[in-house]
């Protein structure tokens, strides 16, 4: 959630995050932070190393990644490694390095934005070619299969997405160049962000991450990578976190079902607090059959900048994923916040979110969403669809058209949006 949708936000209405870490078929690459489980995994090449392991395929081969993968240039672009270009063999080192551009088009605001670079949504500057994300990370996956082993993490994001990925719940916040951490990481309308930056820790069936991470609530995420549609929901922006600082624990002994539980210095922020923030998150996912999981996670507690330093502060999201057939899939998400603190932060939301995907080729993909969103007594709607179309084996292309409208409040508007996400 961005800082300064909630303080606008009446004068807004007055005008007008998925299976938390599960591990499922993902549209991203090598860098799913959220489980998100709608479209094919990129294949690995067919691999002779010795030093290969058995959950590479090794020898499988791979089909083309692309549609106009075998052209003349598309080996050069899909050849493009960070790993790479720095030494490191992903297929023998436990380091994993990557990172993408993103060039996103959309020719109107996207709500509850409305004026030009507003950050009142990810998308507040239409009618310009920007350069969303252009992201880094490095990192190693803390193993605990064979005994006590230590990991960690690091993101660094430039881009038009980055002021709304900042510790924005950091004190001194909310005002460009300001604030504590990468709140002050501003560049006009651009910005830079270090979404994440923890260590992990790993023993048997349990770890724990300590330090700035992403948020396991809801969804949709930050990532590009990580999402079928350019656009994002208001659920996500308006009633989730983004990020935390703290430690949040996982585990996965039980057959079937994980749990989480750990403490953050509430919401959005970066190693640091505001208004003495202290909150409780945790929950759980479940398989409910071999093709079902739900996943229900929460905050309770101070969420710092949101609700004003109030100690009963509570958010749930509720994520359902199913998969009807071999290609066809639904989501369906739920998400409630509520603050109480008279007179400083009295919020109240709750969103309903479906979507459904159909993968019709290896290189195109279909989907719908259609989102229902109540803040304060006003509704807002939505209804997006798009296609995936997968150009080479690591650049997609994602066109869209979103639909939005509120019977209480003046918006009534149609936007298409249309980006690129090349890999590497």
């Known amino acids: 959630m961005k800082v300064r949708t909630w303080r ?9 995050a998925s299976p938390a870490f599960a591990e499922t078929n993902s549209w991203s690459y090598d860098n799913n932070v959220s489980g998100v489980a709608f479209a094919s995994d990129c294949c690995e090449p067919t691999c002779d190393d010795p030093c290969c392991s058995d959950d590479v395929a090794c020898g499988s081969g791979c089909e083309a990644g692309g549609l106009f993968s075998g052209c003349a240039l598309a080996g050069p672009i899909e ?10 063999d992903p297929e023998c080192s436990s380091i994993e390095i990557g990172g993408w551009t993103n060039i996103a088009y959309y020719n109107k605001n996207i709500p509850l934005s409305q004026n030009f670079d507003d950050l009142l949504s990810f998308d507040d500057i239409p009618d310009h070619a920007n350069l969303a994300q252009q992201w880094f990370y490095i990192g190693k996956v803390a193993d605990g299969s ?3 082993d230590f990991g960690g993490r690091i993101d660094v994001l430039y881009g038009t997405d980055a002021q709304k990925s900042q510790a924005f719940g950091n004190p001194g916040a909310g005002i460009r160049n300001n604030g504590f951490y990468d709140a002050s990481l501003d560049h006009g309308y651009y910005g830079w962000a270090i979404p994440q930056a923890y260590m992990e820790v790993a023993n048997g069936d349990l770890s724990t991450k300590v330090g700035h991470f992403f948020t396991p609530l809801g969804f949709e995420v930050i990532p590009a990578t990580g999402n079928f549609f350019h656009t994002h929901s208001y659920t996500m922006f308006n009633s989730e976190p983004f990020t935390h600082t703290g430690a949040l624990s996982t585990y996965s002994g039980f057959e079937g079902l994980t749990l989480y539980g750990g403490w953050t210095a509430g919401w959005d922020t970066g190693f640091t607090n505001n208004n003495s923030g202290s909150n409780w998150i ?3 996912a479940t398989e409910l059959s071999e093709n079902v999981t739900f996943t229900y996670l929460n905050t309770y507690g101070n969420f710092g900048w949101i609700d004003g330093g109030s100690k009963n502060s509570y958010s749930h999201s509720m994520v359902l994923v199913a998969d009807l057939t071999d290609n066809l899939q639904y989501v ?5 916040l509520r603050t109480d603190n008279p007179g400083v932060s009295q919020i109240d ?4 979110n479906q979507y459904m995907f159909y993968t019709l080729t290896d290189t195109l993909k279909v989907g719908g969403r259609c989102e229902w969103w109540k803040k304060d007594g006003t509704s807002f709607n939505e209804v997006t669809g798009g296609v ?9 292309f994602r066109p869209e058209v979103r639909h939005d409208w509120s019977p209480g409040t003046d918006l009534d508007q149609t936007a298409v949006a249309i980006d690129a996400i090349l890999t590497y």
């Open 388 to 396: 995936n179309i997968q150009a080479l084996s690591n650049l997609v």
């Open 282 to 284: 945790g929950g759980f």
């Open 349 to 352: 939301t709750i969103g309903l």
């Open 79 to 88: 050849g493009l490694s960070l790993a790479d270009l720095v030494g490191i």
């Open 146 to 148: 064979a005994g006590r």
């Open 332 to 336: 369906g998400q739920s998400d409630l």
């Open 8 to 16: 606008v936000g009446l004068a807004v209405l007055a005008l007008g």
